[in-house]
């Protein structure tokens, strides 16, 4: 079996952040200051593509830690050559296959390029089909730019001011890291901040409490941006066009459909507290006769006033203070060329999508939730693509519309 689309793994064998040539001081083409990057003098992208027999990628939010975890890729490819062996003194790569170099993984379909991963490589592993095998599988483990954010400590974030929106907050830890300005999508979001606390701990635990203080999603995007999508944004997305997947041939097929309906984030009691303010508790009464009490809090959060503060826990309890029938995820097969492949490259973290399912005698429900994250599955014979999602934790206000313009269910 061929497939639509190919797979095209790289490995940049040299220092820096970014996938972008290092920057060369005086070179008209790479001496482009927020183009290129500061790296080694010598780096070598080099294409694996053809030796590849397995991909394994995943990215997104972790449902049960209730955050978007460091994204992750196993790759797997075949040594004939013996280039890959880091100890022949003849590779063209010898001295540089090492942990933290940066693989980027993409595909084109229909001339629209899709980033699917880029991340460091975390380990190198060599074995052989059996003793007799004169060629290794050579299996690299990778993590997104999260580790990154994880293994940087700051204290004192340079121009934090009270005030600041989530954004500009970011922003700053990011350049406190050096972080590369080229290498940043980050919304500025409308949730007023307290002044940074100068507290010692590690730049993304820093970002996650300006996170977890506006609702929005701090990720790594295919590209290896550090993303920032504020409340409002996600909220704004949440009500976009959505793409429509079903099991009769109306729209695009799935192949699998994982249905749940539980009490995982079920809470009637939601205390969320800032980091200099009190605790402030909203319930809901009926939900707590219906399924006991359900508590969830959250403390040493940034927001700058305490009706913030009440505000963002009203916004938790209206989102889960009921149980939904939800959509855990849904899996598309891109092994042949239909409407799954676009689909199942294009759509990412926040957009929406629509999901029927056919029950017995003539029933059946519609869901519309959001991608809350991206895995993909990958081999030369089968592509699967698999989306877990979610409920937006609000949706836009849009006048006029019969599913976004209610009043104290949509978010103006």
Request: glycine fraction near 8%.
């Amino acid at each position: 079996m061929t497939l639509p689309c190919q797979p095209v793994v790289e490995i940049r064998l040299g220092t820096g952040a970014g996938f972008a040539d290092v920057f060369v001081l005086g070179d008209g083409e790479d001496g482009i200051l927020g183009e290129n990057v500061l790296g080694t003098a010598t780096v070598d992208i080099v294409d694996i593509s053809n030796l590849v027999q397995r991909i394994s990628i995943r990215r997104g939010r972790d449902r049960m830690f209730e955050e978007y975890t460091p994204g992750t890729a196993v790759i797997q490819f075949q040594d004939f050559t013996g280039d890959w062996n880091p100890d022949n003194h003849s590779s063209p790569y010898y001295g540089q296959i090492l942990p933290m170099r940066q693989v980027k993984i993409h595909t084109t379909y229909s001339a629209v390029t899709y980033p699917l991963y880029t991340g460091f490589i975390q380990s190198w592993d060599w074995e052989w089909a059996d003793q007799s095998a004169d060629y290794a599988l050579v299996t690299i483990v990778t993590i997104d730019a999260f580790r990154l954010l994880q293994l940087s400590n700051i204290t004192t974030v340079t121009g934090a001011n009270t005030g600041d929106l989530p954004g500009t907050r970011i922003n700053q830890i990011l350049d406190q890291i050096d972080w590369p300005t080229q290498l940043r999508a980050i919304d500025m979001g409308d949730t007023e901040l307290e002044n940074d606390p100068g507290d010692e701990r590690s730049a993304l635990a820093a970002i996650q409490n300006i996170e977890q203080s506006d609702l929005g999603a701090f990720f790594v995007d295919g590209d290896g941006y550090a993303t920032y999508l504020s409340r409002v944004t996600l909220s704004q997305r949440a009500t976009q066009t959505a793409t429509t997947f079903d099991d009769d041939g109306t729209d695009i097929a799935y192949q699998n459909l994982d249905i749940n309906l539980d009490e995982t984030e079920l809470a009637n009691q939601v205390t969320l507290t800032r980091l200099s303010g009190s605790a402030e508790t909203v319930s809901d009464a009926t939900s707590i006769n219906d399924y006991f009490l359900r508590s969830y809090s959250r403390s040493g959060l940034m927001m700058r006033t305490n009706a913030l503060a009440l505000a963002r826990a009203t916004q938790i309890l209206a989102y889960r203070k009921d149980p939904r029938l939800r959509v855990d995820s849904i899996s598309l097969d891109l092994s042949s060329v239909s409407n799954r492949v676009p689909a199942g490259l294009g759509l990412d973290i926040g957009d929406p999508i629509i999901v029927n399912r056919t029950m017995a005698a003539g029933t059946g429900f519609t869901v519309r939730v959001t991608v809350n994250g991206v895995n993909h599955d990958i081999t030369p014979e089968r592509w699967t693509t698999r989306f877990t999602t979610a409920y937006p934790l609000s949706t836009a206000f849009i006048l006029g519309s019969n599913e976004f313009g209610i009043l104290g269910t949509n978010t103006l």
